[in-house]
């Protein structure tokens, strides 16, 4: 391998314990429901790609803030129990973040999540983790740390170093951001928004291809649109192509968005083309919706390679999607 970079990838991003509930259904305004027992996972997406990607294989660092709480311990633990690299995991100056799940009978879940200390996450923790920043081949980052600090990240690129971010949660992104990202990961409320779309679908368009050119107009190298059941587009200034799903018994959806970006960036650090490097990212989102949990079900690459062999290959023949 070469050895030029310390980490495939370093991930700038939250970490969050997961408060999940499971309920036959989720409640409207003013109405209470009873769920199961409360489960509590690690999570947060910074901690979730980290941990992704770590059991992929990726030599994997993370940077990010958590309290000095229960929380905060299981967060390192985890962390630690992948192999990702917590050098770079501030302690303290407020609770551990959490996210508020409830998950329904077909997977699908909602969020709610309290930042905690990943919006003490700032611009001098990313300067003081500059030689990490440097000395990766892939860095990712995500929204649910403040954007000042992602514009500081970009910002402290090195030269060889490729930047991923997935807006989300969703908000306008100032054009040095959206001018380093390659891939912008979205899915389809994350396109609208960052194209300014106000609800009737004027300012983005009906179709994935139309946000995909909409928003590399705005200036990303390459985008990803990510489309659940439907697969995905991957977009650059001169092609298309579409990316399959890969069907499955879904359980809980819980971080399989988080999965599907650690998988393809992964591949893209090693030098696969963006639809080769989806495809992998949506069989690994695949893997881990039929398992409970965000962490705990994110797969190991022999457990893929395993998951491909007994499911057939992706999109017929050898599975790799092509550029159109």
Not at 142 to 159: C, K, M, N, S, Y
Not at 196 to 209: S, V, Y
Not at 216 to 236: C, H, I, K, Q
Not at 254 to 282: K, M, N, Q, S
Request: charged content about 20%; overall charge negative; hydrophobic content about 45%.
């Amino acid at each position: 391998m070469d050895d030029t970079y310390t980490y495939d990838l370093v991930v700038v991003g939250s970490a969050n314990a997961d408060l999940v509930i499971g309920v036959e259904r989720r409640p409207r305004a003013g109405e209470t429901v009873l769920g199961s027992d409360l489960a509590v996972h690690p999570g947060g997406k910074g901690a979730n790609q980290a941990v992704a990607a770590a059991r992929l294989g990726a030599r994997t660092a993370l940077l990010a803030r958590v309290g000095d709480d229960d929380h905060g311990r299981l967060l390192l633990d985890s962390l630690r129990s992948a192999d990702v690299d917590v050098s770079g995991v501030r302690t303290g100056g407020a609770p551990t973040g959490v996210a508020l799940i409830t998950v329904d009978p077909s997977g699908d879940n909602s969020i709610v999540v309290s930042p905690g200390a990943n919006a003490r996450l700032t611009p001098a923790d990313v300067r003081d983790a500059l030689p990490a920043l440097r000395s990766a081949r892939v860095v990712s980052a995500q929204l649910e740390i403040p954007l000042d600090t992602v514009g500081e990240v970009v910002r402290l690129l090195g030269p060889g170093t490729r930047f991923a971010l997935n807006p989300s949660p969703p908000a306008p992104l100032p054009p040095e951001v959206l001018a380093a990202c390659d891939p912008l990961i979205v899915n389809e409320h994350e396109a609208r928004v960052v194209l300014g779309d106000t609800g009737d679908g004027a300012a983005a368009g009906e179709r994935p291809e139309d946000w995909a050119r909409g928003l590399l107009a705005l200036g990303p190298r390459s985008v990803v649109v990510t489309l659940g059941a439907e697969g995905a587009l991957v977009a650059d200034a001169r092609r298309t192509a579409r990316v399959p799903a890969v069907p499955v018994s879904a359980v809980d959806t819980t971080g399989a968005g988080d999965a599907f970006t650690a998988a393809l960036v992964r591949r893209l650090g090693a030098g696969d083309d963006l639809p080769t490097a989806a495809a992998y990212g949506a069989r690994v989102g695949a893997v881990a919706v039929t398992r409970r949990g965000a962490q705990a079900s994110f797969p190991t690459a022999d457990e893929v390679a395993r998951h491909r062999r007994v499911t057939g290959r992706l999109n017929g023949g050898d599975g790799t999607p092509e550029w159109g």
